[in-house]
């Protein structure tokens, strides 16, 4: 099951209705402003022109934890767009891009990419994008992605996702994966769950800290855990 960590604001605490439907029902139809006042100015104008921004999820877990699995569903059955961080990284790799050989040298590693170079490009896949619903899948990796997030998109998210696994049961699942991936090897995956605890969860934490974080055990079928994210969205 999932839950809500710490506090809930008054927005979310007196209602049955999902999440998504109250902040809907505040906000006016699909249209979401950002409800943080301590966000810093974007950078440059533009991300959510005329001031508006869209309703975003971020979704994070550490490897293998199923991110990528339950967002297909989550895309399925509520409509989002999904922007896997990791596959904008994947895209500038094979398109030979000026930062190509960069990326790929980090991803083998099971490093992080320097956090500016994945936030234009998820700032490039949300403005060209009409969806107003976002799920960021995989990102922020750091506090550092985080805060560099904020500088140039200028927003927080609305909610947060953490699929929570066991290491054994998420190394498994990835050298299980078989889809060609560099990473997916048992050095790499060592390498990145290191960094999964030592600088993904201090994320994750913040994010429970502010009463954003819906923790989700990412344990079971993949039909048993959609059912703990279901009522996340469900009207
Ligand atoms: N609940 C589950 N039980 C077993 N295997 C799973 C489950 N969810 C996902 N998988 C498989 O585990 C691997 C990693 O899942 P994925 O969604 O890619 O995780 P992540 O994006 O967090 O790395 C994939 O091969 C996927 O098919
Ligand atoms: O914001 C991000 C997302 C991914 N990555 C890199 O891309 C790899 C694969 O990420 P992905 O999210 O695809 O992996 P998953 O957790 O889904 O297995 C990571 O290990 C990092 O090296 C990164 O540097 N920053
Ligand atoms: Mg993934």
Redesign the pocket.
Known sequence: MWRRTTWLPPLFSSSKRSLVSQIQGAYGLRIWRTMSSEIQKPEEDGTFPRGITPFITFVL????????????RIVENFGFTHL?A?DLLRQEISSNSENGAMILNTIKDGKIVPSEVTVKLIQKAIESSESHKFLI??FPRTEENRLTYERIIGAEPNIVLF?D?PPE??V???L????GRVDDNANTVKERLKIFRALSLPVVNYYAKKGKLYKID?????D??FERVRPIFAA
């Not at 299980?176 to 889809?179: E, G, T």
């Open positions: 877990g550490g490897p293998g934890s199923g991110k990528g699995t339950q967002c297909a896997s990791g899948d995989g699929f696994c049961e998420m498994k699942r990835v299980n994966r078989r889809q990412g344990t079971g079928t993949e048993e855990i």
